[in-house]
């Protein structure tokens, strides 16, 4: 893959400038990038995957597939985080509201058994173990941008599905307008499930037309691995192009409904959180500008270097006609 390099040369990253990750340590040549024909536009696929076994048990995933099905032009050509950072400073504020806490604290989360219930409006509802979920379709790696509402960003090769592959088994009726998700919400493993930050279980949401764009991710992985506990063990949701409080983890439920659902933040702050939360550098939060944004990794505290934030996170040209005459001040 071709990375754009701080002074805007192109260079060949080799393993240990992409992540000091044991997984990708010695096993370059495991790791194929693939320039498409898509213009600017990279794609990943792994040539093999000794270091994965066949069968999926926890802290396995099946063998990767690679370009087959990847989006085309939708993975960024920037720096991946790396591992420690992706995996210590993250927001799960059923562990703790601290950056460090969820990586402290999220040892407890049993992931095993883990089912997720398919329910509302649709033919074929069910549950789902996650052993069957994460066979459903096949995984994929796809490097995006996650975009905090906080400020601060970070480029992650999440694994997974699109969204679209479950949904469209399940049959959704005409009346299903909106897809909600539900998060685990365990007292008895979860600290703050407790306390009244937010109204748990932690749920969000995504319209119809947004949860089958094949941009919206189903995510088991991530940097070739099972999803840490941190990170939304063992299915979190990526929405690429929104604030990332839109890609709830540790999913549980999902649920096809005709109206709106509520979402965790909007309950807890209307005024700040909208139910689209589109990244939008132009629509800041009534606190702060949304115009730039921090890369984590990039330089330290508050000689940070910031960077400009683009619409749609950067995924303007996929999913800006899903807003086709909306105005994003009003739904933001
Ligand atoms: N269940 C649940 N999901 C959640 C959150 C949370 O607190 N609980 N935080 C969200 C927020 S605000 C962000 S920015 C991302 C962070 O994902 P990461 O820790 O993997 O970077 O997860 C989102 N999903
Ligand atoms: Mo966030």
């Not at 909106?178 to 937010?198: H, Q, W």
Request: aromatic share 12%.
């Amino acid at each position: 893959m071709l990375i754009q390099s701080r002074d805007s040369g192109f260079i060949h990253p080799d393993s240990s400038d992409i992540t000091p990750r044991g997984v990708y340590e010695g096993r370059r040549d495991m790791l194929k990038w693939l320039a498409t024909g898509v213009a600017g536009a990279a794609m990943a696929s792994w040539a093999s995957r000794e270091a994965l076994a066949q069968v999926v048990a926890p802290g396995k995933l099946p063998p990767l597939h690679g370009a087959k099905s990847a989006v085309p032009g939708a993975q960024t050509m920037e720096k991946l985080s790396d591992y420690k950072d992706a995996t210590s400073y993250n927001n799960y504020y059923e562990f703790g509201t601290d950056k460090g806490d969820p990586v402290k604290n999220a040892g407890t989360l049993k992931t095993r058994p883990w089912t997720v219930e398919v329910e509302g409006l649709v033919n074929k509802p069910g549950k789902f173990g996650i052993e069957d979920l994460i066979k459903l379709s096949a995984q994929e790696e796809r490097i995006y941008r996650l975009r905090c509402v906080e400020g601060w960003s970070m480029v992650i090769p999440w694994v997974g599905y699109s969204l679209a592959e479950l949904i469209k088994r399940v049959e959704p009726q005409g009346s299903a307008k909106y897809v909600e998700f539900v998060t685990l919400a365990d007292p008895k493993t979860m600290p703050y499930v407790g306390s009244r930050i937010l109204d748990w279980p932690y749920t969000e949401g995504l319209r119809m037309d947004e949860a089958m764009h094949p941009l919206t991710l189903l995510t088991f992985g991530m940097y070739g691995e099972v999803l840490p506990n941190q990170n939304g063990a063992p299915v979190r949701i990526v929405v690429p192009w929104k604030y990332g409080f839109k890609s709830g983890k540790s999913i549980v439920k999902i649920r096809f409904v005709e109206k709106e659902p509520g979402t965790a933040w909007n309950k807890a702050a209307a005024n700040e959180y909208g139910f689209y939360s589109n990244v939008n550098p132009n629509v800041d939060h009534p606190r702060w500008s949304q115009a730039t944004e921090r890369r984590i990794g990039d330089g330290a505290g508050l000689f940070a270097k910031r960077t400009k934030t683009l619409l749609f996170n950067g995924y303007e040209a996929q999913v800006g006609q899903l807003y086709a005459g909306m105005d994003l001040k009003k739904y933001y």
